[in-house]
C-alpha cells in the first residue's frame, strides 16, 4: 500500500500549524520548545516524503541534519530555562522583561 505524497503534505501542515498555534498563543517556556520540536518534525516529514517521491536519498539526509539541529535546539533551550527557572522561580517567558536581571 503506497500512501500518496500529498497526504503528507497535509499531514505536514497540519503539524506545522499546530506548532505555530502553539508557539504563538503559550507562554509556558516548556511549550515553546515542543511547539518548535513539532514544526520541525513538520518539515521532516515533508524531506521524507519528497524524497521517497524522488527515490533519492537527499531529502532523508537533510532530515538527519535537521534531527541534529532539533537536538542542539533542544540542549540550548533546556538551559536557557533553567536559567529562567532559577531566577523567576516559572517558565513565563513574559516575564523576564531584559537580558539582564
Do not use: H, K
Request: without cysteine.
Amino acid at each position: 500500500m503506497v500512501v500518496e505524497t500529498q497526504y503528507y503534505v497535509l499531514l505536514s501542515a497540519a503539524m506545522f500549524s499546530i506548532g505555530v498555534f502553539g508557539l504563538l498563543t503559550r507562554r509556558n517556556a516548556l511549550r515553546f520548545l515542543m511547539s518548535v520540536e513539532l514544526m520541525l518534525n513538520a518539515a521532516n516529514v515533508n524531506l521524507v516524503a519528497f524524497s521517497a517521491q524522488w527515490g533519492n536519498v537527499t531529502g532523508q539526509t537533510f532530515s538527519l541534519f535537521v534531527l541534529a539541529l532539533a537536538a542542539a535546539e533542544v540542549a540550548v533551550g533546556i538551559g536557557i530555562i533553567l536559567v529562567l527557572f532559577r531566577n523567576f522561580r516559572d517558565v513565563d517567558v513574559t516575564e523576564p522583561a531584559t537580558m539582564r536581571w
